[in-house]
């Protein structure tokens, strides 16, 4: 396995369109790394370029500590799934599983030792270890049962650990993903998702994935990167990236249903206000801060309270979720999101006030571009 380094690495297209814009990142060996944004981000882009299929403009990116930029695809040592499986239709899965190798042989430095061997029994020592790294990575991934089948024969799924096992026996330094679950239905991307949890854990491998669901990138990765735009916003764990982001953008990106965005004043005693309202802030969010600001409320975080506090609502739609229900609701022109438990019931068409509760999600955001994070309880 291998450690993958990009230093300020970029992608400009001909015309100065900027897809990437110095990308720096660390990934340990054996780390599983998530790249993800919305469509358009650079994400894939960034995915290619570690690959070697996208050349890049500047910058460098090294794997196993030996700098890429100049090496070919075939030669960096790497394995890439893509979304489409991209399986032969006439070849059995035993055959797309070892085609690759066949071509490659097993190990590519021993080819020379067939000038001056027997041949035979060099193709034969071959052949047994591409047999044996077939059968291992069919076992890993519960596909052994498949093996004399086509691609028409199987489903989604399987196709889908085909495709993965396609990548497992090549045992590469660096294994990249992109977007390898879209085509799949919501509960076998669940499915599939926790088997490549397991199959990380089992093989310590350093893995890189891209994808545009901000729930398969926080159940994924040991860290994400939050791309916007072909720039970096935010690099770190999950639990951070949710509990603590770094901007607006980050912060309304990662989270299901999107945190709640509220744009009012605060002033010196730490009330914040609205167009028609005002709220105390605790003051973890106040202290220090004065002027235009947005407020931030994750919809957990947002509960109905007693008539005459908080924000007086309307409550356009009520959402049955089984365990838990989405409150939407419409404030001064903007709706927001409160989600509360099952057990309580509400009204269509009612009013409702609702305030934020601290300690649950509360952000405090500058009213700029960049929304740059103030604060957070």
């Known amino acids: 396995m291998a450690e993958v380094v990009l230093e300020k690495a970029g992608k400009t297209y001909p015309g100065g369109v900027r897809a990437v814009e110095g990308f720096d990142l660390r990934i340990a060996d054996g780390e599983f790394v998530v790249l993800v944004g919305p469509s358009g981000c650079g994400k894939s882009t960034t995915l290619r370029m570690i690959a070697g299929l996208e050349e890049i403009t500047e910058g460098s990116i090294s794997i196993a500590g030996a700098v890429v930029n100049d090496v070919h695809a075939r030669d960096r040592d790497i394995a890439m799934v893509f979304q489409n499986y991209a399986l032969y239709p006439h070849m059995t899965v035993e055959r797309n599983l070892s085609f690759g190798l066949m071509r490659r042989r097993v190990h590519r430095s021993r080819l020379r030792a067939l000038l001056s061997s027997d041949y035979r029994t060099a193709m034969r020592e071959e052949s047994a270890a591409i047999d044996l790294r077939v059968s291992e990575a069919a076992r890993m991934l519960g596909i052994t049962d498949l093996l004399d089948r086509q691609p028409r024969a199987l489903s989604g799924g399987q196709r889908q ?25 919501a509960k076998l991307r669940v499915e599939m998702r926790t088997e490549l949890r397991v199959l990380h854990r089992q093989l310590n491998s350093t893995m890189v994935y891209v994808t545009h669901d901000q729930e398969e990138a926080m159940t994924l990765g040991d860290r994400l990167v939050v791309m916007n735009e072909g720039v970096v916003q935010q690099i770190d764990a999950p639990t951070r990236i949710y509990s603590h982001p770094v901007n607006r953008f980050v912060a309304g990106f990662v989270g299901t249903p999107s945190m709640n965005f509220l744009e009012g004043t605060l002033d010196a005693q730490g009330v914040f206000a609205t167009d028609d309202s005002t709220i105390e802030l605790p003051s973890e969010l106040s202290t220090g801060h004065r002027g235009p600001v947005v407020l931030g409320v994750r919809p957990g975080a947002l509960q109905p309270c007693e008539e005459g506090r908080g924000w007086k609502c309307h409550l356009a739609a009520v959402e049955h979720l089984g365990d838990r229900v989405d409150l939407v609701l419409e404030h001064c022109g903007m709706q927001l999101v409160s989600r509360v438990e099952s057990s309580r019931s509400f009204q269509e068409g009612a009013t409702l006030w609702v305030e934020p509760k601290a300690g649950e999600g509360v952000h405090l955001f500058e009213r700029s571009k960049e929304g740059r994070t103030l604060a957070s309880a």
């Not at 495709?163 to 239905?185: I, K, T, W, Y």
């Open 161 to 185: 650990r085909v495709a993965l096992g396609r990548a497992l026996v090549r045992a590469p330094q660096v294994f990249l993903f992109d977007e390898p679950l879209s085509n799949l239905d």
